[in-house]
């Protein structure tokens, strides 16, 4: 019996900066890094943990990139984590006695409650280990980990210098094998950037599939009768499956799930609301504000009603919660159904790749929201939550297509990684990447000192490549730092690349 399938891919990337200055117990940078952390990837982990207990045999694809592999693995980072929430616990504590008598103690006392639970999972139940949690719960197939590019470049920038997205394919894939012991199947494309002939670097890896934007896939030579809901291949086999075109839509549009009134506001914070007196026990440098993970208000839909926002009901929050996972599976069953109708002798496959983000930081109640949708799906038993790596058994009879340049980053050609607040990098991170090519091909098989230095270079080229950089200075998030930070990236490649050229290599540097 030819079944439905609903494929949840949750990528959890996005622009972490790692900042380990000894002098600064905290940092803006890592913030991102350790708000991701705590509102995302431990309460991952424990729903995924929960369900496996319960017996619910669900299915999820997940992307871990090589840099927060690398990020949740440093021990100078988790110690830096650590020191973070004793401080935000120790802020609760306080807050519990600022606010007594207060209405908003009850929600001080459940945002306490709810760091110091994940302290005891980070600490006592996961040992500091996020990465074998994670990985123990692939090898019992509740999840697909799915590798992509070593620092989420933008391939479609790269389309003419191959030798770059083979080196951040290369790279993904080794990081990948190193931190979970198997490369896997697939392969996540940066902000599913699809450029001319990337089958021809992917398949060779042995990679085996990818998601493209659903235009990529509905613009295609020949046209595809099956449209989003079946996989195609490419000429040499890659087998690609097309993204649901609203995936997130129905989470971040105008009328979608967060903004519902009822839910919690992740954005007015103690930490920016509190005078600096208030925050004394939070061990910053120059008096930085930054997410605590306090929060005690409701959404409101006007910037004018943002200082009176009622106050938090956790209790009505779970109500909405499940008349919005019900709506989600619904309309999920509902596209598989009429998909089935004009597909009887195939499965229909919907794929719906979804930020991390929207689990925890974006939207503080999606972790719940999830484990509902989960286990509503289990138990009407209608649909089946599958991953992309069970769904490519016929990958050589599936039909051939010529995939069209598409992304799924902005309104579908990636604009926002080159605009005005960010163009004037291209000409610095193509040209730098051009001379590493010649490097690799005037020095194939240095050693030593030499062979030193070329492993710095490629690093140096890595990171600037990184399509988190365009990405941040777009949205104007740390801006000054961003652009310090590739400036760096870039002035250390061309002091190896003038060093080697001139074969003047200097070991103190």
Known sequence: MCKKNLVLIINAHQGYIRNINE????????EILFSAMTDTYIPLLDLFNNLADDGINYKIGLVLSSTLCSLISDSKIIQQYENYLENCISLGENELK?????????????????LKKIRESFIVKYHRNLIEQFK???????????????????????QDLTEAINAQVETGLYS???????????????????????????????????????????????????????PVRTGNSLAIFAAEPDSEKCFTGDDGFISNPVY???????????????????????????????????????????????????????????????????????KLNTAKEYLPEDDAVLVCPLSAELFGQKWFEGIDFLEQVIRMIS???????????NLISNQYTLPKAELYPCSGDD???????????????????????????????????????????????A???????????????????????????????????????????SNSVSTQW
């Open 23 to 30: 002098k600064i117990d905290f940092s803006a940078e890592n």
């Open 98 to 114: 600022r606010l007594n008598g207060k209405p908003e103690a009850k929600n001080a006392e459940y945002c306490l409650k709810r």
């Open 136 to 158: 123990s719960l692939a090898q019992k197939e509740y999840l697909e980990l799915i590798p992509t590019a070593a620092t989420y470049a933008y391939f479609p920038h790269y």
């Open 176 to 230: 990948q094998k190193y931190f979970f012991g198997e490369a896997g199947e697939g392969f996540y494309i940066p902000y599913m950037g699809w450029t001319k002939g990337l089958e021809k670097i992917l398949k060779p890896y042995g990679v085996n599939y990818t998601i493209v934007d659903p235009r990529s896939l509905l613009f295609s030579n020949p046209k595809i009768e099956t449209g989003i809901f079946c």
């Open 264 to 334: 919690l506001s992740v954005h007015k914070d103690i930490g920016f609301e509190l005078k600096d007196e208030d925050l004394t026990v939070l061990e910053r440098k120059n008096n930085v504000r930054f997410l605590t993970g306090y929060r005690y208000w409701c959404n409101v839909k006007d910037e004018d009603e943002y200082e009176d926002a009622p106050l938090y009901d956790n209790e009505a929050a779970q109500k909405q919660i499940k008349e919005d996972a019900e709506k989600f599976v619904h309309a999920k069953t509902k």
């Open 379 to 389: 138990k009407e038993n209608e649909i089946e939550l599958n991953t992309c790596k």
């Open 411 to 457: 309104s579908g050609y990636g604009e926002d990684l080159l605009d005005i607040t960010n163009s004037w990098m291209m000409r610095y991170v193509k040209k730098a990447s051009e001379r590493m090519i010649d490097l690799t091909e005037r020095l194939p098989s240095e050693t030593s000192l030499k062979g030193r230095m070329l492993n710095l270079a």
């Open 459 to 501: 690093k140096e080229i890595l990171l600037a490549q990184s399509g988190e950089w365009p990405a941040m200075l777009h949205s104007n998030q740390l801006p000054e730092y961003i652009k310090e930070r590739f400036k760096s990236a870039i002035l250390s490649f061309t002091t190896i690349y003038d060093s080697l050229a």
